[in-house]
Every structure is written in structure tokens, then in C-alpha cells.
Nanobody, 125 residues
């Protein structure tokens, strides 16, 4: 059974940094199209970053240059390094795995077979 467990969320001030982790069990990262999403109550879920097994990385315009997605195969973990955080980055962040097909849009959350429970990020001004 595939399980995704996020961690690393918290409260920071504007300009601060956080690194989110998504520990994956039951699935192989090296062949996995994965992504990070965020959601604020009352707003649509937003794709933040995605990664392809061949190494391609994708970012929402709102986070380009500030967020970096990466994976550690040995640890079975995907990361989201978030720098220069802004109050508008405040949201519940969750990871998703096994996008099928892998050629589908990385922002189509319904294409992912598995999702974690999320970790809260709060950025204060």
C-alpha cells in the first residue's frame, strides 16, 4: 500500500524559508511522476511544483525562482524547498504521487493516484 507523509510545515515570517518533506512508502520514486499542491479554504487547489522521472521539474508562476522540488531516492523522500516566503504562500501543502498517465498535466491533481494528508504553512507579514 502506498503512503505519503508530509512534514516540515510551520509558521514563519515574510522572507523566511521552510523545507517540506514527503516520505513515500510502497512506491518507487525513480519511476514516479510526483507533485506538490496547496489549498486555502474557500479557494481552488493550486499546483505548486512537479517532477518527472527523467528529471524535468515544473513550477507554478507564483513560486518560480523561490521554490525548488527535489527527490532523494535513497531516503524515498520528495522535498519542496521554499525560500522568500510571502503571506500569500500560506496554505495546506500536500504531496501527490503516481500521476497517470505521466504525460498528463502536472497540475491535474485528479491524475495522481495517491495524496498525503498535508502540512500547514503559515507566513506572517
Amino acid at each position: 500500500q502506498v503512503q505519503l507523509v508530509e512534514s516540515g510545515g510551520g509558521s514563519v515570517q515574510t522572507g523566511g524559508s521552510l523545507r517540506l518533506s514527503c516520505a513515500v512508502s510502497g512506491s518507487t520514486l525513480s519511476s514516479n511522476c510526483m507533485g506538490w499542491f496547496r489549498q486555502v479554504p474557500g479557494k481552488e487547489r493550486e499546483g505548486v511544483a512537479a517532477i518527472h522521472p527523467a528529471g524535468g521539474m515544473y513550477y507554478a508562476d507564483s513560486v518560480k525562482g523561490r521554490f525548488t522540488i527535489s527527490r532523494d531516492y535513497a531516503k524515498g523522500t520528495m522535498y519542496l524547498q521554499m525560500n522568500s516566503l510571502k503571506p500569500e504562500d500560506t496554505a495546506m501543502y500536500f504531496c501527490a504521487a503516481e500521476r497517470l498517465p505521466c504525460t498528463s498535466s502536472p497540475w491535474a491533481v485528479q491524475s495522481y493516484r495517491y495524496r498525503g494528508q498535508g502540512t500547514q504553512v503559515t507566513v506572517s507579514s
